[in-house]
């Protein structure tokens, strides 16, 4: 199984600032015949589904506000909200899909400071 | 736009059988853009992919659970089920199903999105 290993598992942002959330794959997921990284993050609030934000590690989905970024490559990514605003508070989570078992970091909880 | 929801029963005693039903509204679980995802999500904990169906009947489960998990579909109703068996307090989770992209090979290896709002699912006598 491809672990993923998110850190930190918590932060604290004031608004406006930049939050940096990391994610580590046990293993590259990056698929050298399309070069694509099968990364996926997603946005949790409480007492709500996960909404998806980023699949390919870096492509934003529709309607999510361009705040959102992804990057990273091979086995290690990165997500960061460039100004926090006050309805990002949530957890977010980063997924690998390359192979089966599909499995999903820890989550990282994130706050305003 | 493409909608899922869960249901079935709450709680559920130790040793049996949770039973969930997907219903997919908005389009037809026929579609070659998804396989169709369980995933569950213990009270304050992480998500945990359980399995995922195509409307073949395809199926592709988690080795962790995979004794105890059946999934099946049924097209006429636009509906997949999950079935775990010999249910533990170690089984109390959320539970969604939601819908795994497709693109190019068909296999379930894809994100997911939509989801369904979430069905709680307590294990205990």
């Known amino acids: 199984d491809i672990v993923m290993t998110q850190s930190p598992d918590s932060l604290a942002v004031s608004l406006g600032e930049r939050a940096t959330i990391n994610c580590k794959s046990s293993q590259s997921v990056l698929y050298s015949s399309n070069n694509k990284n099968y990364v996926a993050w997603y946005q949790q609030k409480a007492g709500q589904p996960p909404k998806l934000l980023i699949c390919?590690?870096?492509t934003r989905e529709s309607g999510v506000p361009d705040r959102f970024s992804g990057s990273g490559s091979g086995t290690d990514f990165t997500l960061t909200i460039s100004s926090l605003q006050a309805e990002d508070v949530a957890v977010y989570y980063c997924q690998q899909y390359y192979s089966t078992p599909i499995t999903f970091g820890q989550g990282t909880r994130l706050e305003i400071k | 736009q493409l909608q899922l929801q869960e249901s079935g029963p709450g709680l559920v005693k130790p040793s049996e059988t949770l039973s969930l039903t997907c219903t997919v509204s908005?389009?037809?679980?026929?579609?070659?853009?998804?396989?169709w995802g369980w995933i569950r999500q213990p009270p304050g904990k992480g998500l945990e992919w359980i399995g995922s169906i195509y409307y073949s009947g395809s199926t592709y489960s988690n080795p962790s659970l995979k004794s105890r998990v059946t999934i099946s579909v049924d097209t006429a109703k636009n509906q997949f089920f999950l079935k775990l068996s010999s249910v533990t307090a170690a089984d109390t989770a959320v539970y969604y199903c939601?819908?795994?992209?497709?693109?190019?090979?068909?296999?379930?290896?894809?994100?997911?999105?939509?989801w369904g709002q979430g069905t709680l699912v307590t294990v205990s006598s």
């Open positions: 908005g389009g037809s679980i026929r579609s070659n853009s998804y396989y």
């Open positions: 939601a819908g795994g992209t497709i693109f190019g090979v068909v296999t379930p290896n894809g994100w997911f999105d939509p």
């Open positions: 390919w590690a870096s």
